[in-house]
T-cell receptor, first 113, second 111 residues
């Protein structure tokens, strides 16, 4: 069984650029959630994808968007990067429903200069 | 709105001492509460959840709805317990099973 993987590990961008982060969910999981973790903070929910549709969104602007593919992998896209977007971005996969545990990936560290 | 508060950013204890990491929540419905742990250079992982009512690595947590708390306790701390601990809440209703996290408590267990 393969765990959640994310790429790249680290990324440096400049303000105004666009970035795409990738996540491969754990085998058999059909739901992917994305979280932003700023320094010294807990993870903050960005959005969740289930069956290639957005299934809930946190308090993030529309320049944060995502995709889920038929194999349940997912992308997080951020346009017009701002300095405050510098954070660790975590992906978590699970089976859909209230019971299943969310399994987290190692994260992508994004630095915006 | 749902909110999770962990009042202690840092907690330092000696090996063998009891430890309690505090967590309070705000939620109008019936929540699910979790404790996640992140050891150095490792990914975030689930430690325990209130519905399981089990002890993991000697840790227990009881949901107190009257006090809206879900404190994590261990009677005798070990050095390997040193880690970042996050309390999290998940709403029981709706189709979106997002987690709301506290800011975390860094536990250091000294020899």
């Amino acid at each position: 069984e393969t765990g959640v993987t994310q790429s790249p590990t680290h990324l440096i961008k400049t303000r105004g650029q666009q970035v795409t982060l990738r996540c491969s969910s754990q085998s058999g999981h059909n739901t992917v959630s994305w979280y932003q973790q700023a320094l010294g903070q807990g993870p903050q929910f960005i959005f969740q994808y289930y069956r290639e549709e957005e299934n809930g969104r946190g308090n993030f602007p529309p320049r944060f968007s995502g995709l889920q593919f038929p194999n349940y992998s997912s992308e997080l896209n951020v346009n017009a990067l701002e300095l405050d977007d510098s954070a660790l971005y975590l992906c978590a996969s699970s089976f859909r429903g209230p019971g299943p545990e969310q399994f987290f990936g190692p994260g992508t560290r994004l630095t915006v200069l | 709105a749902q909110r999770v508060t962990q009042p202690e950013k840092l907690l330092s204890v000696f090996k063998g001492a009891p430890v309690e990491l505090k967590c309070n929540y705000s939620y109008s419905g019936s929540p699910e509460l979790f404790w996640y742990v992140q050891y150095s250079r490792q990914r975030l992982q689930l430690l325990l959840r209130h519905i399981s009512r089990e002890s993991i690595k000697g840790f227990t947590a009881d949901l107190n709805k009257g006090e809206t708390s879900f404190h994590l306790k261990k009677p005798f701390a070990q050095e390997e317990d040193s880690a970042m601990y996050y309390c999290a809440l998940r709403s029981s209703g709706g189709s979106n099973y997002k987690l709301t996290f506290g800011k975390g408590t860094l536990l250091t267990v000294n020899p």
